[in-house]
Nanobody, 127 residues
Framework: QVQLVESGGGSVQAGGSLTLSCAAAEYAWRTNCLAWFRQAPGKEREAVAAITTGGGSAYYRNFAKGRFTISRSNIKPTVYLEMRSLEPGDTAMYYC????????????????????WGQGTQVTVSS
């Protein structure tokens, strides 16, 4: 079973920053890429960013470009999501997922494309 463990969520004020971590089990790290999704109350889960586990190529949804940075560790199977200039609209549960379809098509990725998920970490941004 693929294991993904997210951490780093919390409550911040608008304009603040948070960095999320996703610790992946070895099997997850051998998949082609890992992705971050988020789900706000009453909304569908949506892709945020993805990164290839091999070359470290990063892909972002338009709303994440310029404010969010996805990266991976070179020494341990961990993926990060650095979030800056947070807005109340960023409030959501953030999930890590493994084994992406082609990450270049992140704009059309849906949660149905993934079988392997972490438990999520809550991000709350207050105005």
């Amino acid at each position: 079973q693929v294991q993904l463990v997210e951490s780093g969520g919390g409550s911040v004020q608008a304009g603040g920053s948070l960095t999320l971590s996703c610790a992946a089990a070895e099997y997850a790290w051998r998949t082609n890429c890992l992705a971050w999704f988020r789900q706000a109350p009453g909304k569908e889960r949506e892709a945020v960013a993805a990164i290839t586990t091999g070359g470290g190529s990063a892909y972002y949804r338009n709303f994440a470009k310029g404010r969010f940075t996805i990266s991976r560790s070179n020494i341990k199977p961990t993926v990060y999501l650095e979030m800056r200039s947070l807005e109340p609209g960023d409030t959501a549960m953030y999930y890590c997922a493994a084994d992406c379809p082609d990450p270049a098509y992140i704009g059309t990725m849906t949660s149905a494309d993934f079988k392997h998920w972490g438990q999520g970490t809550q991000v709350t941004v207050s105005s």
